[in-house]
């Protein structure tokens, strides 16, 4: 059975090579054709200065981060349905390494997950030769609905690629259909980092509806059977519901909604026996160029396992200091206020800024525990057309206040991005 099947990383990236190759060679297309593609294609760079600033109590020394993430690749253009891309990803610490980086040994100081590391980003072979699909293999980055469940953790200096086949499909009216095997999964640690690499056997299938103007629906099933960490394999099927409606007395003032339920169990080699619930509520108010939500997500525990993501976007949930990216044994409850302001002025002071304040309260499901809250602010100005790109600026603060659950932290972050 397909399930009891792996794709060892280097199979993947040697299958890819090979595709590649073959396709050079071709006889079926003119050299000239495969030089245009080759030739015609685009370069890609991604550079990324950022400052990172924690303490946290239980440390006598304040972690102080400089780093540096430069990738660099190139993406053909299509010949005979065929396309191809490789990026390489190198992080460097720059200046004195007052941080554990959490793939060498521990330091005294708080963590800071942006390891010294230099690898394959992405390199994948892409075929669309047929109507409405997109077929591909190699290591690639996937990001599916909010990335709750997989995703690419972007914001981590070293992000989260898979080395994966997938298909992308749209051959039925107004709906997608995604289906991925992932055989490994490129951590954001590093290379060096004992758990940077997790091998699996996991199948997604993601089917969404975008037929009505008022809402997304997605349908999902997660198989994820991860060899390292079993206790981590789970089985989660689900749907997902997210839009926006526009009243009609005034089309700038718009009502904003999404709502998820899923169940979770065990699966694989998974020792524990549970089925436990995931729950996101999510409504909210938008007036032109603010919004604003009032957020509510479960992950359900019954004191020995817990609703668990392993392989999504861990950042980008229950808090920026990342206090909860093991979901605890009695589960979590994050209640959650978020207002956001996107400035989309083509001319003017405001234009091409972005600024986000949050604050969480966080419990757990269990046993109704106060675990601690969390407030975050963060304002971000990008430069569009600058070298031939878009330079971006970012500030953002996070404060932790514990409770019951893990310490007092204030993070601090200050990002310089350009990307062409």
Request: hydrophobic letters at 40%; charged letters at 20%.
């Amino acid at each position: 059975m397909m399930s009891d099947y792996r794709f060892p990383a280097p199979t993947l990236l040697a299958m890819a090579i090979t595709g590649f190759l073959s396709m050079a060679f071709s006889t079926t297309g003119s050299a000239q054709s495969l030089g245009d593609a080759v030739l015609g294609g685009r370069p890609l760079a991604d550079l990324r200065f950022r400052f990172e600033h924690i303490d946290q109590a239980g440390f006598a020394r304040d972690a102080e981060a400089l780093t540096l993430r430069a990738r660099l690749g190139y993406e053909t253009l299509a010949y005979e349905g065929f396309s191809a891309l490789a990026e390489i990803e190198a992080v460097t610490a720059l200046g004195p390494r007052r941080f554990d980086d959490g793939a060498s040994r521990p330091t005294g100081f708080p963590v800071v997950p942006d390891a010294d590391t230099v690898e394959l980003n992405q390199g994948f072979l892409t075929y669309q030769g047929l109507e409405d699909a997109t077929f591909r293999i190699g290591r690639q980055r996937i990001a599916l609905d909010n990335q709750r469940f997989i995703g690419n953790v972007g914001f981590r200096q070293n992000e989260q690629t898979f080395d994966a086949v997938t298909i992308h499909s749209t051959a039925l009216d107004d709906a997608t259909i995604d289906y991925g095997f992932i055989s490994n999964v490129k951590r954001v640690f590093g290379e060096d980092a004992a758990q940077g690499d997790l091998q699996t056997r996991t199948h997604y299938l993601n089917v969404g509806y975008g037929g009505l103007d008022w809402a997304q629906f997605n349908a999902y099933a997660y198989l994820i059977d991860i060899d390292e960490i079993p206790t981590l394999s789970s089985q989660t099927t689900g749907g997902r519901m997210a839009g926006a409606y526009a009243f009609r007395f005034n089309r700038d003032l718009r009502l904003l909604y999404a709502a998820e339920f899923a169940w979770q169990r065990d699966y694989a080699d998974n020792p524990a026996d549970y089925g436990l619930p995931y729950v996101l509520i999510e409504p909210g108010l938008a007036y032109g160029d603010l919004s604003a939500r009032l957020g509510y997500e479960v992950l359900a525990g019954n004191g020995t396992s817990s609703v668990q993501t392993p392989l999504g976007t861990l950042h980008a949930f229950q808090g920026a200091t990342d206090k909860f990216v093991v979901t605890p044994p009695d589960g979590i409850r994050d209640l959650y206020l978020d207002f956001v302001y996107r400035g989309e002025e083509t001319d003017g002071p405001f234009s091409d800024i972005e600024a986000q304040a949050t604050v969480h309260s966080f419990r757990s499901e269990e046993s109704d525990t106060r675990f601690g809250r969390e407030w975050y602010a963060r304002i971000t100005k990008s430069f569009r057309q600058t070298l031939g790109g878009t330079v971006s600026l970012s500030a953002e603060y996070a404060f932790y206040d514990a409770e019951s659950f893990s310490t007092d932290t204030h993070q601090l972050w200050l990002t310089a991005n350009f990307r062409l």
